[in-house]
């Protein structure tokens, strides 16, 4: 990255933009944009609020709906053995437009993981987002070199952060239609998402759903992170993350622009004491026991929206957030086997229903013909475990105590002979 953008290796994001001039002389630059996009979402979010109750649910791939984000420089040869170990069917890449350098050995990690699923998302950096002959250049190299092993292409993220490069939705749209305009000249088969949007910051998500440019997306992509409300249950603006999802996927149904696929991209929550690893402040952090119960909790609610077709945590070696701490060899957090333990039950289940009440939460699905419920509550309480009963804790551990406790960890729950 050129000055004044610098790129965090300890957290994996750029630093905050520092030269406030520069911020300003630009933000006034774009302040048609801005306005575009406040007006957008004046007409377009209340619309979609009302328009939630009438989008339908889709059928959710469980196997693609887990997806791991993977650092293909960071211990290379631990990460595919993580990998393996997990049995992860799709896996999410990131490639930096400032090291096109790095092409030939991100594709020489993607034929070691050729039976997985790639999404490769593509991050932009100031220079490709003014210079768009050069992003034309960059992108056709790398849709060359990898449009038949990549399963889907994420074009820039986090837009709406100037630190990452933008400064409007308009400057993301002149960057997102390079992509589009190469993929209907040159590589008709590569499938292209965007959107970028990071938060809950739908406004400029209407913008990038809602516009006047020649363009369209396969599919949203959504940085959903929930890491400043604590518990992924809690609520912001009145909004669950529940809410959230079902709020996103009615603007993808209401635009013209984009069929029914929504994939989360990213999300995580950052671990107490790692700075300065940790992409947040010491405030937002938790600990790795709640970090696994909100992993789990975050993906169980996604999973019974039946709205997203996949979610990307993010990742898998990483030292502030994480399932593999790399500072001092390799340790492998409790959410990694939260993680493996939730594939194994979950990535061949078929949805039935989420129920609800006063804070007490029962996912249920099918598993190879059998009944799977899935409990967890904000309130702990106790439940008696029955006879028909098999009861695993979130890590896979067999519980055979005759009162269960009910809390933050979910419990997985077979219920035998009643299917």
């Known amino acids: 990255m050129k000055a004044p953008f610098k790129w965090d290796d300890f957290s994996d994001q750029p630093y905050q933009l520092k030269d406030k001039n520069y911020k300003k002389k630009m933000r006034k630059r774009e302040f048609k944009s801005l306005v575009k996009t406040v007006l957008t979402a004046l007409i377009i979010l209340p619309f979609s609020i009302i328009a939630m109750p009438f989008v339908k649910r889709k059928q959710i791939n469980s196997n693609d709906f887990f ?14 053995k993580l ?46 987002v003014e210079d768009l ?45 390079v992509a589009y305009d190469l993929k209907i000249n040159e590589f008709p088969n590569i499938k292209l998402i965007g959107s970028g949007v990071i938060d809950f910051e739908y406004h400029f998500t209407a913008h990038t759903l809602f516009n006047f440019f020649k363009y369209k997306y396969d599919g949203i992509s959504s940085l959903l992170y929930v890491d400043r409300r604590g518990a992924p249950e809690n609520m912001q603006m009145g909004f669950t993350l529940s809410d959230k999802i079902a709020l996103l996927s009615t603007m993808v149904w209401l635009s013209p622009k984009v069929g029914q ?16 690893y940790a992409p947040t402040s010491e405030h937002e952090c938790i600990s790795e026991e709640l970090y696994a119960d909100y992993m789990l909790r975050y993906y169980l609610l996604a999973f019974a929206s039946q709205q997203i077709d996949s979610v990307s945590w993010h990742q898998l070696i990483a030292p502030g957030y994480g399932l593999v701490d790399n500072r001092d060899g390799i340790k492998k957090r409790n959410a990694f086997d939260t993680y493996k333990f939730m594939l194994k039950n ?34 702990p309480t106790t439940l008696k475990n029955e006879d028909f009963f098999s009861v695993y804790s979130k890590d896979g551990e067999l519980i055979k105590d005759k009162t269960l406790s009910i809390g933050a960890s979910p419990l997985y729950i077979y219920i035998k002979d009643a299917v």
């Open 133 to 177: 002959d050069l992003l034309k250049k960059n992108l056709q190299t790398i849709f060359k070199e990898l449009n038949e092993v990549v399963d889907i292409f994420e074009i820039g993220s986090t837009i709406n952060r100037a630190k990452w490069g933008f400064f409007s939705v308009n400057e993301y749209s002149k960057f997102y239609q």
């Open 346 to 379: 979950l990535k061949e289940a078929q949805f039935l229903r989420l129920d609800i009440k006063r804070d007490y939460y029962i996912l249920q699905c099918l598993v190879e013909k059998k009944l799977l419920q899935i409990h967890w509550t904000l309130k």
């Open 261 to 276: 696929e929504l994939h989360i991209t990213e999300t995580n929550w950052p671990i107490t004491a790692t700075a300065p």
């Open 83 to 128: 990998i393996e170990e997990l049995e992860v069917s799709r896996i999410l890449l990131r490639l930096k437009l400032w090291e096109m350098d790095r092409l030939d050995s991100l594709k020489s990690f993607i034929s070691s993981v050729e039976d997985k699923k790639i999404t490769l998302k593509i991050m932009q950096d100031r220079e490709n």
């Open 67 to 80: 997806c791991m984000g993977v650092d293909f420089q960071r211990e290379p040869h631990v990460t595919l």
